[in-house]
């Protein structure tokens, strides 16, 4: 299994919309309606901020999104806020009962 | 509160062998898929293994098959790794998650602090 696809990097500035993009394969993320993102501030755990590909977990802001198209899903953090500067991870079920990550993704707010 | 609370991390030398172990509190621990993950430093998440609510199933990392064992103790809410033949390419945080519902879920809500493994001589 390979890593899905991110950028090592994006940025935006305080109330800025950004999208990440996590790209696997038809034997992944195009096969099932089962990615995750997590979100991993610094020396801590992650924490789940999007399943199914794009509902949230209880607690979890509404400026947090996603979707899906293809072998590609995306995360969009609205408004930034400089408490979203972290890394951020998707994840897909790749059938059998196994998974995989994306490469993450540090976010920036400038 | 839930929580989750990794041990058995440390310096290992190469070939060697360490038991990390999970002890989980705040929901019947019975009732969920548990999971390990890792992260190498400076590197993505990697899903490690996961276990079915009764021990009868569990599913590997093709990099792990044949080394790593997973394993609980449901009287002890408690979840395991047995490592064996370690490489540096498993030097990472290792890490226990709880599936989010005692349903089939494919995600994970809830996770340790971690446990540091370095594979070094």
């Known amino acids: 299994q390979s890593a899905l696809t991110q950028p090592a990097s994006v940025s935006g500035s305080p109330g800025q919309s950004i999208t990440i993009s996590c790209t696997g394969t038809?034997?992944?993320?195009?096969?099932?309606?089962?990615v995750s993102w997590y979100q991993q501030h610094p020396h801590k755990a992650p924490k789940l901020i999007i399943y199914?590909?794009?509902k949230r977990p209880t607690g979890i802001s509404n400026r947090f999104s996603g979707s899906k198209s293809g072998n590609t899903a995306s995360l969009t953090i609205s408004g930034l806020q400089a408490e979203d500067e972290a890394d951020y991870h998707c994840c897909s079920y790749a059938g059998g009962s196994t998974y995989v990550f994306g490469i993450g993704t540090r976010v920036t707010v400038l | 509160e839930v929580q989750l609370v990794e041990s058995g991390g440390g310096l290992v030398q190469p070939g060697g062998s360490l038991r990390l172990s999970c002890v989980a509190s705040?929901?019947?621990?019975?009732?969920?898929?548990m999971n390990w993950v890792r992260q190498a430093p400076g590197r993505g998440l990697e899903w490690v293994a996961s276990i079915k609510r009764d021990g009868s199933e569990k599913y590997y990392v093709d990099s792990v098959k044949g080394r790593f064992t997973i394993s609980r103790d449901n009287s002890k809410n408690s979840l395991f790794l047995q490592m064996s033949s370690l490489g540096a390419e498993d030097t990472a945080v290792y890490y226990c998650?709880?599936?989010?519902?005692?349903?089939?879920?494919?995600?994970?809500?809830?996770w340790g602090q971690g446990t540091l493994v370095t594979v070094s001589s």
């Open positions: 705040g929901f019947t621990f019975s009732s969920y898929w």
């Open positions: 038809s034997s992944d993320v195009g096969s099932y309606s089962f």
């Open positions: 998650a709880r599936d989010r519902a005692p349903t089939t879920c494919y995600e994970w809500d809830c």
């Open positions: 199914e590909v794009s």
